[in-house]
């Protein structure tokens, strides 16, 4: 069974004013997983995230990494900070240097990292962002979908166990949205933990792993995404059910063997395909 990297235990935080951004919240994020994070706007999301690496404090209960209770002396955020890395919705809040080089480049060295090794994890971090060539471009002059890219590789260069992305897709265009989406999956299959903040539905069904739902700061569902976005209280909540779903359901009222093999379809290529399989079976009768 996947252990957990990270567990909320009865969390509650509330902003002046009495605004309650989350009550007694309790959810955990597994090792190795993709999970997806939804919710409505004012549901919690954003104040969640900002507790996983210690941008806030909770005000009652407890949050663990790797089983241990997180602490907040300057220390024990430092080393937290390394192991969960944030990624910002608009990436002109997290870029502040000159050019991508200096930007990478400024945690490792807040680290006190040798220059070599700092050099050599920069590098990679160009590599994996497919940003390589360009570490000397002038960030003002970059493009969103790089601007982005070079978000996460600075993170990246700090070499986190947990990848923290709040609306990574957001503003993207569906060529910068392909490839930003294959650049997670291989950092998904190097082992690292992904969580991200989505209002599409779709796309949580078909990229995650695990799906937590948020519903007035409290814990709607909580399960893997092909069973929890199924559920007729979160379609309540969210306001629509997966498109995929909806048509594969409607598909298999007219005899099409769309759930062949106990399988169900989580995106449109998964769909095609089964139809497709299902045409040819039928041309070859």
Same mark, same amino acid.
């Given at each position: 069974m996947t252990s957990a990297v990270i567990e909320l235990q009865g969390i509650s935080f509330s902003y002046p004013g009495a605004i309650k951004a989350l009550d007694r919240f309790s959810a955990s994020f597994l090792r190795g997983r993709r999970t997806a994070v939804l919710g409505r706007n004012g549901s919690g999301k954003t104040t969640l995230f900002s507790l996983l690496?210690?941008?806030?404090?909770?005000?009652?209960?407890?949050?663990?990494? %790797?089983?241990?209770?997180?602490?907040y002396d300057r220390q024990s955020?430092?080393?937290?900070r390394q192991e969960v890395g944030m990624?910002? +919705?608009?990436?002109?809040? +997290?870029?502040?240097? #000159?050019?991508?080089?200096?930007d990478i480049s400024f945690g490792p060295m807040n680290l006190g990292l040798p220059e070599k090794e700092v050099r050599i994890r920069v590098e990679h971090a160009l590599a994996q962002m497919k940003l390589a060539g360009l570490e000397n471009r002038p960030t003002h002059s970059l493009s969103f979908g790089q601007k982005k890219r070079a978000c996460i590789a600075g993170v990246l260069a700090m070499?986190?166990?947990?990848?923290?992305?709040?609306?990574?897709?957001?503003?993207?265009?569906?060529?910068?949205? #392909?490839?930003?989406?294959?650049i997670l999956d291989e950092l998904h299959r190097s082992g690292t933990t992904l969580i991200i903040a989505t209002h599409d539905l779709d796309l949580a069904y078909s990229w995650a792993d695990?799906?937590?739902?948020?519903?007035?700061g409290t814990l709607l569902a909580e399960g893997t995404a092909g069973e929890t976005l199924m559920r007729a209280d979160v379609h309540?909540?969210?306001? #629509?059910?997966?498109v995929v779903a909806e048509i594969a359901a409607a598909i298999a009222l007219t005899g099409v063997e769309v759930?062949?093999?106990?399988?169900?379809?989580?995106?449109?290529? %998964?769909?095609?395909?089964?139809i497709t399989a299902n045409i040819n079976k039928e041309n070859v009768r």
């Open positions: 690496n210690g941008l806030q404090h909770p005000q009652s209960g407890q949050i663990l990494f %790797d089983g241990r209770r997180i602490a955020l430092l080393n937290l990624v910002f +919705q608009d990436p002109d809040s +997290q870029l502040f240097s #000159a050019c991508i080089y200096e070499q986190p166990k947990v990848l923290v992305l709040d609306e990574p897709f957001a503003g993207l265009d569906p060529v910068m949205a #392909a490839e930003f989406s294959a695990e799906v937590i739902v948020l519903k007035e309540a909540e969210l306001g #629509a059910s997966p759930y062949a093999n106990g399988y169900l379809p989580r995106s449109k290529d %998964d769909l095609v395909k089964i």
